[in-house]
């Protein structure tokens, strides 16, 4: 994780912008190039313009997978790209398997396409999360594993409520557990995936995690503004990485403007709110 | 699922084959090769070995995307070569990914790489499955989907087992509220993943989905036996599709013959066996 909060810290910005570029909203000047090369000159414009604004970005691998091999070359340039300019990638993979399906999927996304953290499903237990974690800590560059938590869409509150105690706690305990070792930096290298959707929830999360670097999906676009965000953070403010896709990627189409000035424009704009909010960038 | 469910009458086996390689497990012969090139020749060798007796195939995504895009070359060309073949493929890729995102994998592994069903990770409720079941539907060739609901492994037990009700009854419940759209055949396209490790647990997840169509893992290396499938049976003694991986692919390092011809008939064994505990092709 050290890698995502020292970035945070030079930036002064508690902001991942997510690319989840789907090729029918790619602005009109692309539309006619090949969707995997529009997809990649689109999104190394963002990359670009939220540079300065954002502590790293979350590339959706599904977005790049959709797009079959040429999609994955793609994905794999950006996040070289983004190294390039500074910004650390996170891989937001969601991968949920176990042993030497896990460790496959590690090095995929950990060596192979080069990414500094990666998001993974608890489904199957801590030997799902466990070998994520190996990987990044023999890779030694500061990377992480973001658990999924709670996530923020209503079926997900469902399934992720039906039990007592509520799947979330179980995952949180799970992420708690795994906790202790790492990097020797300032947060360990297991943090989790929390929703800033519901406060009650945020709160309970935190508690359980007092000390774990959160990323927050569900910021801008998905409904969560900077007041949800307010339980999710740590006794010191920070603890928090908020993400926003594409109220940032797309600002374009509700600005008239290029697209890579309206998503810098957008990125700024949400770095400000997070700060106005008090939200310390980690 | 319809697919699955022809082909393993026609095969009168409710074998399926899983390929799981990993490079430094290929025979020797194929050690000079490039890993990807070498991955191809592999599996291709064992999709003409065990297709006279296997219903299916499952190709563990993981190990394909571990090699970068070359990998999913080959991922892709092994789906369409084990269609040739009369053999369709389950992309095991497990995704857990919601509206869009999961729209996206759904995409990529049901009409990119042409895999007939997938198996997706229920983390996130039902948002994360139907997505997948619209675009099986949609591509109308008789795929579906496999809900992971009870997996085997000891840390997957004490996840899932950790709340009340457990949580492979909440995944069983989900699954049985989107089985009853579907293709109209003899199982609806919602099926699950159960392991045949603990024989109360795949009792009480038959209960609760007496007509699903269940993916069976943990048969052959991973240590569960033909016994452990019976509580799993529906009542007219089908409902099951049992995976073997390892004990099959792998069978040349304890036979010194041919790789080919070891996987032949360690698939040949398996499927009668399974024949012989009683099994019925679906």
New interface residues.
């Given amino acids: 994780m050290q890698a995502l909060v020292d970035s945070a810290r030079r930036k002064e910005s508690p902001l991942v912008v997510g690319l989840?570029p789907?090729p029918s909203r790619l602005p009109k000047e692309l539309q006619h190039l090949p969707s995997a090369e529009a997809v990649q000159v689109f999104c190394r414009g963002i990359l670009e313009a939220v540079e300065p604004h954002a502590a790293a970005v979350k590339l959706?691998a599904?977005?790049f997978?959709?797009?079959?091999?040429p999609g994955?070359?793609v994905y794999?340039t950006l996040i070289s790209d983004a190294a390039s300019l500074g910004l650390p990638a996170i891989a937001d993979v969601?991968?949920?398997?176990?042993?030497?399906?896990?460790a496959?999927?590690a090095?995929?996304?950990l060596a192979?396409?080069g990414a500094s953290c990666v998001t993974v499903?608890?489904?199957?237990?801590?030997?799902?999360v466990i070998p994520f974690l190996e990987v990044a800590r023999r890779l030694g560059r500061g990377g992480g594993v973001f658990v999924?938590v709670a996530?923020s869409?209503?079926?997900?509150?469902?399934?992720?409520g039906?039990?007592?105690?509520?799947?979330f706690e179980?995952a949180a305990r799970?992420v708690a557990e795994l906790g202790g070792g790492g990097s020797g930096g300032d947060y360990p290298d297991a943090g989790a995936v929390v929703g800033a959707t519901r406060p009650e929830v945020g709160r309970r999360v935190r508690e359980l995690l007092p000390g774990a670097l959160f990323l927050v999906p569900g910021y801008g676009a998905q409904g969560g503004g900077a007041a949800g965000i307010r339980p999710l953070l740590d006794s010191s403010g920070a603890g928090v990485l908020v993400n926003s896709s594409r109220a940032v990627i797309y600002a374009h189409e509700t600005s008239q403007t290029d697209y890579r000035k309206a998503a810098g424009e957008a990125a700024k704009d949400a770095r400000d709110e997070l700060r106005s909010a008090g939200v310390r960038p980690a």
């Fill in positions: 989840d789907a959706q599904a977005f997978e959709r797009l079959g091999t994955m070359e794999g969601k991968r949920g398997d176990i042993g030497p399906v896990a496959a999927y090095e995929a996304h192979v396409y499903n608890p489904f199957m237990g801590e030997d799902a999924l996530t869409n209503p079926s997900a509150e469902r399934f992720q039906a039990t007592a105690p509520p799947l179980v799970l």
